[in-house]
């Protein structure tokens, strides 16, 4: 259950199994084992860090079932909207959005790296 959670979140981001470890600070080998339930019991650091990088709570890695708690159709709510909209308004292109999101990726994996480094434990058991 968790590496069909794991699997869909990833592919929905757009990141390989490659991207998602090294951004995740995790091993690719351990990722792909959860992923294909050869391993089936990951720990909740391991966890914490792939939540992280995807922008998700634990607890929807351990959802019971793939497409429970997501659509797989993306609304925007009004908010959204607005905030696009006036980005737009304000001369934001695609291209520059596509550069404050792969920022945004950056920080994100430079977050999780620091926090593996701060525990390095769990890399000996990936």
Do not use: C
Request: charged share 35%.
């Amino acid at each position: 259950m968790v590496g069909e959670r794991l699997r869909e979140l990833r592919l929905r981001k757009g990141y390989s199994i490659s991207e998602l470890a090294e951004l995740a600070g995790v091993s690719k080998s351990y990722l792909s084992y959860i992923e294909r339930d050869v391993q089936k019991n990951p720990s909740l650091q391991f966890l914490t860090k792939i939540a992280l990088t995807l922008g998700v709570e634990v607890e929807d890695l351990l959802g019971s079932s793939p497409s429970e708690n997501f659509t797989s159709e993306l609304v925007l709510d009004d908010e959204w909207s607005h905030l696009l909209n006036k980005a737009i308004e304000e001369g934001m292109s695609k291209k520059d959005f596509k550069e404050f999101r792969d920022y945004l990726k950056f920080r994100k994996w430079k977050e999780a790296k620091k926090i593996s480094k701060n525990n390095p434990k769990e890399e000996q058991n990936d």
